[in-house]
């Protein structure tokens, strides 16, 4: 991983890392999938194509994962900084799967819950956000 991909994670990390009660290993900003209309969401949500709500998450989304746990906040964009409202959703890592896909410059992906519940977001991977993205999904997919 590049030096600069470490910087804008950090830059993603150290404001939402005192909101959390474990150390925070990646964070993201997402939004609802479907704008793009994706293969893999409509696939995993039995739907013909993107478009509607996929959740009841709030749109956009700030998602922090952790060593254990993947936190889901409300937010507010300040510039290039973050004003969290309120923590929406805990999930416990052990009790989530993830599937993604890359695809026109947006990285879309799944969180399946033991329970059910699935919840399709996506965020734009542009101007060296792949790696970003790459570095998001190890740290989900971390056991």
Not at 121 to 142: D, H, N, R, W, Y
């Amino acid at each position: 991983m590049s030096k600069k991909s470490e910087k804008q994670m950090a830059k993603m990390v150290d404001p939402v890392q005192p909101h959390c009660d474990e150390k925070i290993t990646a964070a993201i900003t997402c939004s609802h999938a479907g704008s793009m209309r994706s293969l893999l969401v409509s696939k995993l949500m039995g739907q013909g194509g993107g478009g509607g709500k996929t959740s009841n998450l709030p749109n956009p989304v700030f998602l922090a994962v952790g060593e254990k746990s993947i936190y889901a906040f409300k937010y507010v964009p300040r510039g290039f900084k973050f004003k969290f409202k309120q923590e929406v959703a805990r999930w416990q890592k052990d009790e989530i799967d993830v599937e993604y896909e890359f695809s026109g410059g947006m990285a879309t992906f799944v969180l399946s819950t033991k329970s059910g519940d699935a919840y399709a977001l996506e965020f734009p991977i542009v101007m060296g956000g792949k790696e970003l993205a790459e570095m998001f999904f190890s740290a989900l997919q971390a056991k």
